[in-house]
């Protein structure tokens, strides 16, 4: 075909190299999705020419002809045009897409659409909202469009084909919304109240809407609010008011393995209802984000994997959606001929009047192709209006669409294939479909093999929700529960019994707790002295069987153990049951490294001289454990001494006895023998000092405050009469970690990794963020937003699965926050302070302080609570400076779209654990090691591959070969096991 080439200076030109380059060259494509993501943060000439040059530097990544953007980007003169032609192109691609920023500024584009022939359904831009006065906003924005528009679609003249269906009248006024869009704390955990909270904001909508007599389409978004948004749309579409209104739709994703049967389910709802639904069938805009995201998740996967899965499944949708018309209406969103063309032919097979279909293309794609179809059906236009930053997200998936080399709309604008081709059937073989059940998509882990992390629990499934809710409600019914000190084998009932205690309901006692003694400590001692031997001279991999064992016991019965994490140390849903997940996976990843370290290591050897090194353990380890991931420190570091031979003693956190126990009754119904396995709970003070300066413990696992474990260094390297060996200490003793905002970071992102970071689990992390360092250029705006993300989140009861910040521990750990919150208020201006519960919990709100100094006490102590300082920085390099300028060193993240910024904040930003463009929480086994340096611990870190080794000792063994002249030439045998 026949067409005008644009010119270099022609912001076409650059569409169409974005487009051919971007397919043929995979890392390009990369580099210009990242480009026209961090675009709209480019304030200035200087940031817009050296993010350029970050991401299009290299000579194989050039966007430019090589000599003429040398020339641009190297002359001071010439800077200005690069930047010039940079923002002007994006910014044409932009408004390729993006209709105009308000409803009034779309107007034209919408007119002419309907002079055209075409509709439109119009989609306001803003899917990240991360507070209630954005989700305020948000609803307010859709009831000016549909003010706005109403006026201006009435002043339209009639056009039949547009107007007109064989079921009545069609709205010209037709609006796509975001469920997510309309509640900050949208929580697929939380059904209950998402979605009475989603139905209150959309009702005034609906209301203007049929008022107006304008079309409301529901967008689906990612897979994890599919089941709750269908279930908001039914329960809204059930009330009196809507119950028979017609112009209602919501889209569907072909690209899910389950729509077919989404599909048939709201056939049967339109059904009873009495009114018809519209089903807006799509392929989906999110495929990429579902592969990696469920993938992280250790979750089924699910999509299909390829095109043609896709294409075949939104056939096989295209005629379960025909076969029930009226109750359905069909729209279908494609830029496929191939699709279209089914659709007709379908259509026509089954009887369907003329103009019963409408197909919805993109606005901005396919011009050719809705000419062509609406010659024949009703065409609608999804025509996207916002500002440039919020729209960066819609921007980028239909980059990525047309991008595809798997595109039709590619295909046919290269002349790659001829039409026939193009209108093939999906070649799929065989018949696409869900995977097997027989064939689980994520590999089961508890049989040896590579590790894989364990998958969290999916709390956007019913079933999942159901079983937690009902693990809880069994767990309160058999309350308060016993446990006592387990020593040699036996348990010791101790008369001297205090409870644990609900933090969120203190009157309620989670479990009666045996005290031990000194007395009962020493003999816990002796008792693993006494096992030691037999236990270490059991092979590696039938220690690891213990673990593995285990490991299989805590799948069984996850839901129980996080149930007594939510009420004995108020731990939300998700955070206990991430807590047992990263349990498992440490019995899971030190099983194998154990039996890998458990066979000796060849070294260098000669002739005659045969040379290997070998692991022993260390003796009788202490492990005294912390109350914050109840379950996940012990297990790690008990299981660590465990599985390498050493005989171990729990001393748990006085206020976390219950799950601590499991961990021990879970060991022992795992095979730990009877002196291998002992558990201590008790005052901390007493039963500590005995463990750390007994001569006959070996090794002390410390995670708690800085003050304790310097006191644990300090005792345990004064040598007793009788030590026989130097203690080992391993201790986290906590960190004061910043996250730092670049000023061309994605604030969305930013504003929710604070949030998540500083306010999860009420800050009680030794990982949380306690300080934010901004970059002047967006402090203002990034702090705006984050109060008010703060002021949105929920505070209460941690089995409330729509909280967000629980209570504290104790009414100590209270009254300490509190102290500190004083301090700030001295020290820095208080730019938000909640409101706790009043109802007897131990909660502290969350607090935020403003223009803090670096050295202010609030930025330089822990204070292991919902409290954040927010500091200002100049630049990148002064905020580094800041975030590295405390005693601890534990972890920090980095927000930022500079390639250059994020190899400076790599160098120079040394905390022991980094996270780039994510929250400073979170760390997970084998992927991201834990442990930092300086007052934040000694030790290498869990959950990594030197982590074991510290709970071994090597050791050299040399033998000489040659006998009488004569060496062999193999390295010794064995002996027999």
């Not at 269906?165 to 209950?192: C, E, H, M």
Request: one cysteine or more; hydrophobic letters at 40%.
């Amino acid at each position: 075909m026949d067409r005008h080439r644009p010119h270099l200076w022609e912001g076409e030109w650059w569409y169409e190299q974005l487009l051919r380059r971007a397919v043929a060259e995979e890392a390009l494509k990369t580099q210009v999705l990242r480009f026209v993501d961090v675009f709209p943060m480019l304030q200035d000439e200087d940031a817009i020419v050296s993010h350029f040059r970050d991401y299009f530097g290299g000579e194989e990544l050039s966007l430019l002809p090589r000599r003429i953007g040398t020339a641009l980007a190297s002359s001071a003169l010439t800077r200005p045009v690069l930047a010039h032609l940079v923002q002007r192109s994006v910014l044409e691609v932009g408004q390729r897409f993006i209709a105009g920023r308000t409803a009034q500024e779309a107007v034209p584009v919408l007119e002419k659409l309907h002079a055209d022939g075409l509709g439109f359904s119009l989609d306001l831009l803003g899917e990240a909202t991360v507070s209630e006065a954005e989700a305020d906003e948000y609803q307010a924005r859709y009831l000016e469009l549909l003010d706005t528009l109403d006026r201006v679609v009435r002043a339209w003249p009639a056009n039949p084909a547009l107007d007109e269906a064989p079921w009545g009248t069609v709205p010209r006024l037709n609006v796509s919304i975001k469920l997510t869009s309309l509640y900050s704390q949208f929580n697929s955990a939380a059904p209950d109240d998402t979605g009475e909270r989603v139905r209150e904001r959309i009702r005034p909508i609906m209301r203007r809407a049929v008022e107006a007599g304008a079309f409301v389409n529901v967008d689906m978004e990612q897979y994890e609010h599919k089941e709750l948004t269908l279930r908001i749309l039914r329960d809204l579409l059930a009330e009196q008011e809507l119950v028979s209104y017609p112009h209602v739709g919501v889209a569907l994703q072909t690209y899910l393995f389950e729509t077919l049967d989404d599909l048939r389910g709201l056939a049967e709802f339109a059904k009873a209802r009495g009114a018809p639904l519209t089903i807006r069938l799509v392929k989906g805009a999110y495929w990429d984000e579902e592969r990696i995201v469920n993938s992280q998740h250790g979750w089924p996967v699910p999509v299909f994997e390829s095109k043609a899965e896709t294409d075949a499944n939104f056939e096989r949708c295209t005629e379960a959606l025909l076969d029930a018309y009226p109750h359905l209406l069909p729209a279908f969103g494609t830029h496929n001929a191939r699709s279209v063309a089914h659709a007709m032919v379908s259509a026509r097979q089954r009887g369907l009047p003329p103009r019963a279909l409408e197909f919805q293309l993109l606005y901005g794609m396919a011009e050719a192709l809705q000419a062509a179809i609406a010659s024949y059906e009703r065409v609608r236009i999804y025509t996207p209006v916002g500002e440039l930053i919020p729209g960066m997200g819609y921007l980028v998936r239909r980059l990525l669409e047309n991008a595809s080399s798997q595109s039709w709309l590619f295909e046919l604008f290269e002349e790659r294939a001829p039409i026939p081709e193009l209108l093939a059937p999906p070649a799929v073989t065989p018949a696409a479909g869900p995977p097997s059940a027989a064939i689980p998509r994520v590999r089961p882990t508890d049989v040896p093999g590579p590790f894989r992390n364990v998958p969290d629990t999916a709390f956007h499934t019913t079933r999942e929700r159901q079983d937690f809710a009902f693990a809880i409600e069994q767990l309160r019914a058999r309350l308060p529960e016993t446990c006592d000190p387990l020593v040699a084998g036996d348990y010791v009932k101790s008369s001297d019994r205090q409870p644990s205690v609900n933090p969120a309901c203190p009157d309620e006692v989670i479990c009666d707790v045996g005290q031990a003694d000194d007395d009962l400590t020493r003999q816990a001692i002796e008792a693993a002295r006494q096992a030691f031997p037999a236990w270490r001279d059991r092979s590696a991999r039938e220690r690891a069987q213990v673990l593995f064992d285990a490991a299989a016991i805590m799948r069984r019965e996850r839901h129980d153990l996080a149930a007594i994490e939510v009420l004995e140390e108020a731990k939300s849903w998700r955070e206990a049951d991430a807590d047992v997940s990263e349990s498992i996976d440490y019995l899971e990843y030190y099983a194998r490294e154990a039996v890998a370290l458990g066979d000796p290591q060849e070294l260098l050897s000669l002739p005659g001289e045969y040379n290997d090194y070998r692991y022993q353990p260390r003796g009788v380890a202490a492990i005294i454990s912390p109350w914050n991931f109840p379950l996940a420190i012990p297990c790690g570091m008990f299981t660590a001494a465990l599985v390498t031979g050493n005989t171990v003693i729990l001393k748990p956190a006085s206020p976390a006895p219950r799950i601590a126990a499991r961990l021990i009754e879970i060991l022992c119904r795992a095979g730990a023998p009877p002196g291998v396995v002992q558990f201590l709970p008790g005052p901390g003070g007493a039963l500590g000092a005995t463990l750390v300066e007994h001569p006959d413990v070996d090794m002390i696992a410390f995670t708690g405050s800085r003050e304790v474990g310097l006191w644990i260094v300090e005792k345990a390297g004064q040598t007793k009469e009788g030590q026989r060996g130097i203690k080992k200490i391993i201790a986290e003793m906590g960190g004061k970690n910043a996250i730092i905002v670049d000023d061309d970071a994605d604030l969305d992102q930013a504003v929710l990794g604070i949030v998540k970071s500083a306010f999860g689990y009420a800050g009680q992390k030794c990982s949380a963020c306690s300080r934010v360092i901004a970059l002047d250029a967006i402090y203002d705006r990034l702090l705006s937003r984050v109060v008010e993300a703060t002021r949105s989140l929920r505070v209460g009861p941690a089995e409330d699965p729509a909280v967000f910040v629980p209570p504290v521990i104790t009414d100590e750990a209270k009254a300490g926050i509190e102290r500190y919150i004083e301090i700030g208020r001295g020290e820095a201006s208080v730019l938000f302070e909640g409101t706790p519960p009043e109802d007897g919990g131990y909660y502290v709100a969350p607090t935020i302080f403003g223009e803090v100094d670096p050295q202010a006490v609030i930025a330089q102590e822990e204070i292991f609570g919902p409290v954040l300082a927010v500091l200002r920085a100049s630049s990148v390099e002064e905020a580094i400076e800041i975030a590295v300028d405390t005693p601890y060193a534990l972890t920090g993240s980095f927000y930022s779209r500079s390639g250059s910024h994020i190899e400076l904040a790599r160098q120079r930003f040394r905390v022991g654990n980094l996270y780039i463009n994510r929250g400073c929480t979170g760390a997970m086994v084998a992927r991201q090691p834990f442990g930092g340096f300086a007052m934040s611990g000694i030790g290498s870190k869990a959950g990594g591959p030197d982590y074991l080794r510290q709970f071994m000792e090597p050791r050299t063994v040399t033998e000489n070969t040659m006998r009488h002249g004569f060496a062999p030439t193999q390295k010794p045998p064995l002996p027999n096991p």
